[in-house]
Protein backbone atom coordinates (compact mmCIF):
# COMPACT_ATOMS: atom_id res chain seq x y z
CA UNK A 1 0.00 0.00 0.00
CA UNK A 2 1.46 3.28 -1.03
CA UNK A 3 1.72 6.73 0.85
CA UNK A 4 0.14 8.98 -2.32
CA UNK A 5 -2.21 11.31 -1.45
CA UNK A 6 -5.67 11.59 -2.65
CA UNK A 7 -4.06 13.83 -5.63
CA UNK A 8 -1.51 12.15 -6.41
CA UNK A 9 -3.27 8.63 -7.20
CA UNK A 10 -6.07 10.30 -8.99
CA UNK A 11 -3.20 12.06 -11.32
CA UNK A 12 -1.79 8.74 -11.67
CA UNK A 13 -4.89 7.15 -12.76
CA UNK A 14 -5.57 9.68 -15.60
CA UNK A 15 -2.33 8.86 -16.49
CA UNK A 16 -2.62 5.02 -16.91
CA UNK A 17 -6.49 5.74 -18.29
CA UNK A 18 -4.65 8.26 -21.21
CA UNK A 19 -1.44 5.54 -21.69
CA UNK A 20 1.32 8.11 -20.91
CA UNK A 21 3.19 5.90 -18.34
CA UNK A 22 6.14 4.31 -19.05
CA UNK A 23 5.95 0.19 -19.37
CA UNK A 24 7.14 0.21 -16.15
CA UNK A 25 5.08 2.71 -14.42
CA UNK A 26 2.04 1.02 -16.20
CA UNK A 27 3.13 -2.66 -15.16
CA UNK A 28 3.41 -1.13 -11.34
CA UNK A 29 -0.42 0.30 -11.69
CA UNK A 30 -1.38 -3.03 -12.78
CA UNK A 31 0.33 -5.07 -10.37
CA UNK A 32 -1.57 -2.56 -8.06
CA UNK A 33 -5.05 -2.90 -8.94
CA UNK A 34 -6.74 -5.62 -7.72
CA UNK A 35 -4.93 -4.55 -3.94
CA UNK A 36 -6.17 -1.08 -3.90
CA UNK A 37 -9.47 -0.09 -4.38
CA UNK A 38 -9.22 3.54 -3.75
CA UNK A 39 -6.72 3.10 -6.96
CA UNK A 40 -9.21 0.94 -8.86
CA UNK A 41 -12.29 3.27 -7.84
CA UNK A 42 -10.14 6.58 -9.65
CA UNK A 43 -9.46 4.35 -12.56
CA UNK A 44 -13.12 3.88 -12.98
CA UNK A 45 -14.13 7.46 -12.40
CA UNK A 46 -11.56 8.41 -15.51
CA UNK A 47 -12.82 5.62 -17.84
CA UNK A 48 -16.27 7.06 -16.97
CA UNK A 49 -15.25 10.34 -18.31
CA UNK A 50 -13.66 9.43 -21.32
CA UNK A 51 -16.42 7.26 -22.76
CA UNK A 52 -18.42 10.08 -24.75
CA UNK A 53 -14.82 11.17 -26.29
CA UNK A 54 -15.22 8.66 -28.57
CA UNK A 55 -18.21 9.72 -30.45
CA UNK A 56 -15.97 13.27 -30.97
CA UNK A 57 -13.26 12.28 -33.07
CA UNK A 58 -13.54 9.48 -36.44
CA UNK A 59 -10.18 6.56 -34.89
CA UNK A 60 -7.29 7.54 -37.07
CA UNK A 61 -4.37 4.66 -38.28
CA UNK A 62 -1.23 7.11 -37.58
CA UNK A 63 1.18 6.69 -40.26
CA UNK A 64 4.73 4.21 -39.95
CA UNK A 65 6.92 7.69 -40.49
CA UNK A 66 5.68 9.48 -37.45
CA UNK A 67 7.38 8.50 -34.99
CA UNK A 68 10.55 8.70 -36.83
CA UNK A 69 9.80 11.79 -37.90
CA UNK A 70 8.88 13.03 -34.11
CA UNK A 71 11.94 11.39 -32.67
CA UNK A 72 14.37 13.47 -34.99
CA UNK A 73 12.36 16.45 -33.96
CA UNK A 74 13.21 15.59 -30.30
CA UNK A 75 16.81 14.81 -31.32
CA UNK A 76 16.81 18.64 -33.11
CA UNK A 77 15.52 20.07 -30.15
CA UNK A 78 17.89 18.61 -27.68
CA UNK A 79 20.64 20.21 -29.92
CA UNK A 80 18.82 23.92 -29.71
CA UNK A 81 20.57 26.44 -27.52
CA UNK A 82 19.06 26.95 -24.38
CA UNK A 83 17.94 30.81 -25.88
CA UNK A 84 15.49 29.22 -28.52
CA UNK A 85 12.17 30.24 -28.10
CA UNK A 86 9.46 27.55 -28.55
CA UNK A 87 7.26 29.64 -30.12
CA UNK A 88 9.93 29.13 -33.67
CA UNK A 89 9.81 25.13 -32.98
CA UNK A 90 6.88 25.14 -35.02
CA UNK A 91 8.24 21.72 -36.84
CA UNK A 92 8.20 19.69 -33.36
CA UNK A 93 4.44 20.70 -32.30
CA UNK A 94 3.08 19.91 -36.33
CA UNK A 95 4.98 16.65 -35.49
CA UNK A 96 3.51 16.21 -32.40
CA UNK A 97 0.14 17.16 -33.49
CA UNK A 98 -1.58 13.81 -34.23
CA UNK A 99 -0.38 12.34 -31.13
CA UNK A 100 -1.35 15.18 -29.46
CA UNK A 101 -4.66 15.04 -30.02
CA UNK A 102 -6.00 12.12 -28.08
CA UNK A 103 -4.47 13.47 -24.96
CA UNK A 104 -6.16 17.14 -25.96
CA UNK A 105 -9.31 16.22 -26.02
CA UNK A 106 -9.35 13.51 -23.28
CA UNK A 107 -7.63 16.03 -20.74
CA UNK A 108 -9.90 18.45 -21.91
CA UNK A 109 -13.56 16.45 -20.95
CA UNK A 110 -11.92 16.49 -17.07
CA UNK A 111 -14.46 19.69 -16.60
CA UNK A 112 -16.76 19.57 -19.06
CA UNK A 113 -20.32 18.60 -18.13
CA UNK A 114 -23.52 17.93 -19.63
CA UNK A 115 -24.46 21.78 -19.30
CA UNK A 116 -21.34 22.85 -20.82
CA UNK A 117 -21.33 23.24 -24.75
CA UNK A 118 -19.30 20.90 -26.39
CA UNK A 119 -16.19 22.85 -27.03
CA UNK A 120 -15.25 23.40 -30.87
CA UNK A 121 -11.14 23.95 -29.82
CA UNK A 122 -9.21 22.29 -26.81
CA UNK A 123 -5.85 22.75 -25.81
CA UNK A 124 -3.01 20.81 -23.58
CA UNK A 125 -0.43 23.20 -21.97
CA UNK A 126 2.32 21.07 -20.65
CA UNK A 127 5.31 21.86 -18.98
CA UNK A 128 8.04 21.69 -21.81
CA UNK A 129 10.88 20.28 -19.47
CA UNK A 130 9.03 17.01 -19.06
CA UNK A 131 5.54 17.16 -21.03
CA UNK A 132 3.50 17.59 -17.95
CA UNK A 133 0.07 18.68 -17.86
CA UNK A 134 -0.95 21.71 -15.90
CA UNK A 135 -3.67 23.36 -17.76
CA UNK A 136 -6.68 22.71 -19.80
CA UNK A 137 -7.89 25.71 -22.71
CA UNK A 138 -11.59 24.66 -23.96
CA UNK A 139 -13.36 27.11 -26.46
CA UNK A 140 -17.03 27.11 -27.53
CA UNK A 141 -16.83 29.49 -29.66
CA UNK A 142 -13.63 31.53 -31.46
CA UNK A 143 -14.01 34.40 -29.90
CA UNK A 144 -13.82 33.03 -25.93
CA UNK A 145 -11.42 30.60 -24.07
CA UNK A 146 -11.72 29.34 -20.62
CA UNK A 147 -8.02 28.54 -19.37
CA UNK A 148 -8.89 25.13 -16.39
CA UNK A 149 -5.91 24.32 -14.56
CA UNK A 150 -5.21 20.96 -13.66
CA UNK A 151 -3.71 21.22 -10.32
CA UNK A 152 -1.73 23.09 -7.73
CA UNK A 153 0.66 26.07 -9.43
CA UNK A 154 3.36 27.48 -6.93
CA UNK A 155 4.63 31.09 -8.46
CA UNK A 156 6.97 33.38 -5.90
CA UNK A 157 5.98 36.28 -4.94
CA UNK A 158 7.67 38.79 -6.68
CA UNK A 159 6.42 36.76 -9.99
CA UNK A 160 3.34 36.08 -12.14
CA UNK A 161 2.07 33.82 -14.82
CA UNK A 162 1.81 35.83 -18.38
CA UNK A 163 -1.01 34.23 -20.79
CA UNK A 164 0.27 34.43 -24.70
CA UNK A 165 -1.36 33.28 -28.01
CA UNK A 166 0.13 32.93 -31.32
CA UNK A 167 -1.14 31.87 -34.43
CA UNK A 168 0.35 30.76 -37.98
CA UNK A 169 1.01 34.06 -39.60
CA UNK A 170 1.16 36.31 -36.76
CA UNK A 171 4.74 38.47 -35.98
CA UNK A 172 4.99 37.63 -32.43
CA UNK A 173 3.01 36.39 -29.52
CA UNK A 174 -0.04 38.36 -27.62
CA UNK A 175 -0.50 38.85 -24.33
CA UNK A 176 -3.79 37.68 -22.77
CA UNK A 177 -3.19 38.87 -19.37
CA UNK A 178 -2.12 37.67 -16.26
CA UNK A 179 -3.15 34.71 -14.69
CA UNK A 180 -4.43 33.75 -10.81
CA UNK A 181 -2.54 29.96 -10.13
CA UNK A 182 -5.05 27.27 -9.26
CA UNK A 183 -7.89 29.37 -10.45
CA UNK A 184 -10.20 29.52 -14.09
CA UNK A 185 -9.55 32.26 -16.14
CA UNK A 186 -12.21 33.06 -19.00
CA UNK A 187 -10.27 35.22 -21.43
CA UNK A 188 -12.52 36.94 -24.19
CA UNK A 189 -10.43 37.48 -28.00
CA UNK A 190 -12.53 39.97 -29.18
CA UNK A 191 -9.74 42.19 -30.16
CA UNK A 192 -7.91 39.16 -32.25
CA UNK A 193 -8.62 37.15 -35.09
CA UNK A 194 -10.93 33.98 -34.64
CA UNK A 195 -9.56 31.12 -33.29
CA UNK A 196 -6.88 28.68 -35.48
CA UNK A 197 -6.14 25.00 -35.83
CA UNK A 198 -2.22 24.51 -34.78
CA UNK A 199 -2.60 28.27 -32.77
CA UNK A 200 0.07 27.65 -30.00
CA UNK A 201 -0.89 29.02 -26.30
CA UNK A 202 2.00 29.11 -23.14
CA UNK A 203 2.17 30.80 -19.55
CA UNK A 204 5.23 32.31 -19.26
CA UNK A 205 6.81 33.52 -15.74
CA UNK A 206 7.06 37.54 -15.59
CA UNK A 207 7.54 40.01 -13.25
CA UNK A 208 4.53 41.07 -11.06
CA UNK A 209 3.00 43.03 -13.64
CA UNK A 210 3.68 41.14 -16.70
CA UNK A 211 6.13 41.72 -19.48
CA UNK A 212 7.48 44.92 -19.50
CA UNK A 213 7.89 44.67 -23.51
CA UNK A 214 4.83 43.03 -24.46
CA UNK A 215 6.33 39.97 -25.31
CA UNK A 216 7.68 37.13 -23.39
CA UNK A 217 10.77 37.37 -21.44
CA UNK A 218 10.70 34.81 -18.63
CA UNK A 219 10.70 31.13 -18.55
CA UNK A 220 7.93 28.56 -20.38
CA UNK A 221 5.95 27.47 -17.69
CA UNK A 222 3.32 25.46 -20.13
CA UNK A 223 2.44 25.76 -23.82
CA UNK A 224 0.35 23.51 -26.37
CA UNK A 225 -1.38 23.63 -29.60
CA UNK A 226 -5.21 24.08 -30.33
CA UNK A 227 -6.74 21.05 -31.89
CA UNK A 228 -10.09 22.03 -33.86
CA UNK A 229 -13.43 19.18 -32.27
CA UNK A 230 -16.17 20.35 -34.47
Known amino acids: MTTESA ?3 DQLAGEYVLGTLSPEQRTEVQRRLPNEPELRTAVDAWER ?3 ELTDLVP ?3 PSALLWPRIERSIDRLSQQPSTTSWWNLLP ?3 GLSAVGLAATLILGTILLTQTTPTPSYLVVLVAPQDKAPGWVIQASNSHEIQLIP ?3 VE ?3 DKALE ?3 KADGWQGPVSLGLVKPG ?3 SVPLDKLPPLQPNQLFELTLEGTNGSPIGKPTGPIQAIGRAVKVL
Open 7 to 9: QER
Open 163 to 165: FWT
Open 59 to 61: SQQ
Open 92 to 94: LWR
Open 183 to 185: QAL
Open 49 to 51: RLL
Open 150 to 152: LGL
Open 155 to 157: VPA
